[in-house]
Nanobody
Framework: QVQLVESGGGLVQAGGSLRLSCAAS????????LAWYRQAPGKQRELVAT?????????SYLDSVKGRFTISRDNAKNTVYLQMNSLKPEDTAVYYC?????????WGQGTQVTVSK
């Protein structure tokens, strides 16, 4: 069982930055694939970024955030981060972290990110 708690959301002007954090507890954090998703009002949830559990920490990104967002993890702190730079109004959404291992899939409660023009 894994419990995830996101933080770091808020209101920011276009062009600004935010850093989201997701703290995990309850299991061996280092073996999970971690991801950030987002869901804007009236839209489906979409995958923003993923990071593998292995030492190589392979990452992948949604095309629209490449070069602006960076996912990272600190296994010693059981935390995954999403550094978001050059934010745009279209990045406005509730952001969720996800931890996955095989058929096990855990979600946080989400944190709101609002980017004003």
């Amino acid at each position: 069982q894994v419990q995830l708690v996101e933080s770091g959301g808020g209101l920011v002007q276009a062009g600004g930055s935010l850093r989201l954090s997701c703290a995990a507890s309850g299991s061996i954090f280092s073996i999970y694939t971690l991801a950030w998703y987002r869901q804007a009002p009236g839209k489906q949830r979409e995958l923003v970024a993923t990071i593998s559990p292995n030492r190589g920490y392979i990452t992948s990104y949604l095309d629209s955030v490449k070069g602006r967002f960076t996912i990272s993890r600190d296994n010693a702190k059981n935390t995954v981060y999403l550094q978001m730079n050059s934010l745009k109004p279209e990045d406005t959404a509730v952001y969720y972290c996800d931890a996955r291992l095989g058929s096990q899939d855990y979600w946080g409660q989400g944190t709101q990110v609002t980017v004003s023009k």
